[in-house]
């Protein structure tokens, strides 16, 4: 499982082991644990537990090991996404494999008063984040006539790669729902490390139900962007500093793990 030395400079990355897991991260920086590339391959045993994920952020999104489910981090507290789309509590001692956190502090605001679909909403984000920061991460707060999001059950060994998983996955819609939108935007080039464009998933107001995020539509909501200087990446074991020519996070492999594939429609 590999990473580009010259990516890792682009983004304003700083690589962290285990033993610098002790320091807090500081606010419009991002932390994560592991890589897109790597949970593209089949990394899925739990790295990094959520007491120790706290120290670094209170928005944010991921995973749990074994994939069991899709996670939700908004306002220092974490939520589990299950198969059915609804929410469960997250124990300080389980661990993720994946995740993305940052101490949400918004240097821009966003009013939406006219309904948007998806792709409208991520163009008024375009338009209000900064060009010149690395990364931002972004929370939206409102009313939406609809949001169809997916979680991903539990996973046995031998792992199955994740454009396999997704064929299976569990998709759902919330509709005329109240809730927030938690995510990150990435640049192209951070193919690799984390998914180029938006990552987003959905908690709904009342706590009940939520996921990864495959289409919305916004009636009225505000939307707020944190952009971020810079990356610190925790690399579990297994993940190193090589040459990313054998890259699983091909456009066409990220595309289909994020709309996924063969849905199984649970509502």
């Not at 045993?45 to 999104?61: I, K, P, Q, T, Y």
């Not at 997250?90 to 918004?106: H, K, L, S």
């Not at 990364?135 to 996973?155: L, N």
Request: aromatic share 6%; with cysteine.
């Amino acid at each position: 499982m590999a990473i580009d030395e010259q990516l890792v400079k682009a983004l304003h990355v700083e690589v962290l082991r285990r033993q610098d897991l002790h320091a807090e991260t500081e606010p419009h920086v991002v932390f994560q644990t592991s890589t897109i590339d790597a949970l593209l391959e089949g990394a899925y045993d739990g790295d990094v537990s959520f007491a120790e994920l706290r120290r670094h952020g209170d928005l944010g999104l991921g995973t749990f090991d074994a994939l069991d489910g899709e996670m939700i981090a908004l306002e220092g507290e974490f939520h589990r996404a299950t198969v059915d789309g609804s929410i469960r509590p997250v124990p300080a001692e389980e661990r993720t494999p994946f995740a993305v956190m940052t101490f949400f502090a918004p240097t821009s605001e966003v009013a939406i008063h006219a309904p948007l679909d998806q792709a409208g909403l991520l163009e008024a984000l375009e338009r209000s984040r900064d060009g010149e920061a690395a990364s931002h991460a972004v929370r939206v707060d409102g009313r939406f006539d609809f949001v169809r999001a997916r979680s991903i059950g539990r996973q046995a060994k031998p792992y199955r790669p994740l454009v396999e998983v997704v064929q299976d996955q569990h998709v759902f819609d919330f509709t005329d729902v109240e809730g927030t939108l938690v995510g990150f935007r990435f640049p192209d080039y951070a193919h690799g490390i984390e998914v180029p464009g938006y990552h987003l998933h959905f908690i709904s107001a009342d706590r009940s139900g939520g996921g990864h995020v495959l289409d919305c539509r916004v009636r009225d909501a505000t939307a707020l962007i944190d952009d971020s200087s810079a990356l610190h990446l925790e690399l579990p074991p297994g993940v190193d500093m090589l040459d990313p020519a054998a890259s699983a996070a091909s456009p066409d492999a990220v595309e289909r793990v994020e709309r996924g594939g063969r849905a199984q429609d649970d509502r």
